[in-house]
């Protein structure tokens, strides 16, 4: 089977300025479970799926009261509408950030983890390849690289499975946004 036979067509494209209320309507009148968003050029910004719509049922931060979240927002269930109504006046591209991030942090940690069918980089090597990454949304890799370079950060997160390899501890701490501060 050749993906060409389970695209629909005309495929399902939307601009990534595009109202959420006209990509709904775009995936209902077309019985789509997803929809690609495309920017100026016609290049992939990402996917908006049906689930993109469906609140989750979140633990709020610090209780034992759980809400649904939809777009980043939390869903109170005494105020939902104001929720709904903010989200009218949101497009495309507004609710992609999230997918954008999640793909530059899988993208870092596939590279650093050493697995049994390759070795581990560096995390400059992966930072380096990050920024080299045309499809990556290169504001959001410079805000992660940003963030990573908090000193004790990636410490934090290592494990006995997960240990950072660097070229240099100590210059990668020293260099913010790419650029060596010697």
Same mark, same amino acid.
């Not at 050749?2 to 629909?8: H, N, P, S, Y």
């Not at 290169?138 to 000193?151: C, D, N, S, T, W």
């Not at 290592?158 to 240099?168: A, K, Q």
């Given at each position: 089977?050749?993906?060409?036979?389970?695209?629909?067509?005309?495929?399902?494209?939307?601009?990534?300025?595009?109202?959420?209320?006209?990509?709904?309507?775009?995936?209902?009148?077309?019985?789509?479970?997803?929809?690609?968003?495309?920017?100026?050029?016609?290049?992939?910004?990402?996917?908006?799926?049906?689930?993109?719509?469906?609140?989750?049922?979140?633990?709020?931060?610090?209780?034992?009261?759980?809400?649904?979240?939809?777009?980043?927002?939390?869903?109170?269930?005494?105020? #939902? /509408? $104001?929720?709904? +109504?903010?989200? &009218?006046?949101?497009?495309?591209? %507004?609710? @992609?950030?999230?997918?954008?991030?999640?793909?530059?942090?899988?993208?870092?940690?596939?590279?650093?983890?050493?697995?049994?069918?390759?070795?581990?980089?560096?995390?400059?090597?992966?930072?380096?390849?990050?920024?080299?990454?045309?499809?990556?949304?290169?504001?959001? #890799? /410079? $805000?992660?690289? +940003?963030?990573? &370079?908090?000193?004790?950060?990636? %410490?934090? @997160?290592?494990?006995?499975?997960?240990?950072?390899?660097?070229?240099?501890?100590?210059?990668?701490?020293?260099?913010?946004?790419?650029?060596?501060?010697?």
């Amino acid at each position: 089977m050749l993906i060409r036979e389970l695209m629909v067509q005309p495929p399902a494209v939307v601009h990534q300025d595009t109202p959420l209320a006209e990509v709904a309507q775009v995936m209902l009148a077309r019985h789509l479970a997803c929809v690609a968003v495309v920017d100026d050029r016609g290049e992939l910004c990402g996917v908006i799926t049906e689930e993109d719509f469906v609140p989750e049922d979140r633990l709020v931060p610090f209780s034992t009261e759980r809400l649904p979240k939809l777009f980043g927002e939390w869903m109170p269930r005494w105020d #939902v /509408e $104001k929720v709904y +109504k903010a989200a &009218r006046g949101l497009k495309a591209k %507004d609710i @992609l950030t999230e997918a954008k991030l999640l793909s530059v942090c899988d993208i870092f940690d596939a590279m650093t983890t050493k697995r049994t069918y390759k070795d581990e980089v560096s995390v400059e090597k992966a930072l380096e390849e990050l920024r080299g990454n045309a499809g990556l949304d290169q504001g959001l #890799v /410079e $805000k992660f690289a +940003k963030v990573i &370079r908090k000193p004790g950060f990636l %410490d934090s @997160l290592e494990d006995d499975s997960h240990v950072f390899v660097y070229d240099d501890r100590r210059a990668f701490y020293r260099q913010k946004a790419g650029r060596d501060k010697n």
